[in-house]
């Protein structure tokens, strides 16, 4: 079974500029979850959706935006980007029978210029 | 609010030697706690996960840890150091969120270095 799929795996923005990051769950999977990883630090919550709500929000500024959709993919956009944007994007998922245990995909590594 | 201590930035150990990772955390109530790994540039993969049944918890790759509610600790814990275990640990708590979810706290992470 395929696991949490994101893409792009890199990309390169410069500042001002504003990105779309994809994230597919796990098969069955209908919760996902968005986490920022800066270098040298652990990864900071920013979001989770549930069948397409809003769950949660973490403690980021309203240029990072999120939705899911009616197939549990998601999305993160970020605008006005800033250089401390540079980081890691985790995308992970969760079923409803396994409520604790939140899987991850690879990532995509934003650099921003 | 949960969140969790990792009282070391770096741990280097010799192949075969035993391996002590240290996490301490706080919660308002009855943690569950987790073990992540991250090897370079790979994604975050589950070691164990503690979720108040059995303190001594096993997990993948000999790996172990127990929850201790007197300490407020959860150490990691293997027998003997394998050079493949070379990576970034993190110590993990799960908070719920009011809109009836729930989100990972991590800690700020353990490097582990093997040495021959």
């Known amino acids: 079974d395929a696991g949490v799929t994101q893409s792009p795996t890199h990309l390169i923005k410069t500042r001002g500029q504003h990105v779309t990051l994809r994230c597919s769950p796990i098969s069955g999977h209908k919760s996902v979850s968005w986490y920022q990883q800066v270098l040298g630090q652990g990864p900071q919550f920013i979001f989770q959706?549930?069948?397409?709500?809003?769950?949660g929000r973490g403690n980021f500024p309203d240029r990072f935006s999120a939705r899911q959709f009616p197939n549990y993919s998601s999305e993160l956009n970020v605008n006005a980007l800033l250089l401390g944007d540079s980081a890691l994007y985790l995308c992970?998922?969760?079923?409803?029978?396994?409520?604790?245990?939140?899987?991850f995909g690879p990532g995509t590594r934003l650099t921003v210029l | 609010a949960q969140s969790v201590t990792q009282l070391d930035s770096h741990v280097s150990v010799s192949e075969g030697t035993p391996v002590l990772l240290r996490c301490n955390y706080s919660s308002s109530y009855s943690p569950s706690l987790f073990w992540y790994v991250q090897h370079p540039n790979k994604g975050l993969q589950l070691l164990l996960k503690?979720?108040?049944?059995?303190?001594l918890v096993k997990g993948i790759n000999g790996f172990e840890a127990e929850f201790k509610k007197s300490e407020t600790s959860f150490h990691l814990t293997k027998p003997s150091a394998h050079m493949s275990d070379a990576a970034e640990y993190f110590c993990?708590?799960?908070?719920?969120?009011?809109?009836?979810?729930?989100?990972?706290?991590f800690g700020t992470g353990t490097q582990l270095k093997v040495e021959l």
């Open positions: 503690y979720t108040s049944a059995a303190t």
């Open positions: 992970a998922s969760r079923s409803d029978t396994s409520y604790n245990e939140q899987f």
């Open positions: 959706y549930y069948e397409k709500e809003e769950r």
């Open positions: 993990v708590v799960i908070g719920i969120l009011t809109g009836g979810g729930n989100k990972l706290t």
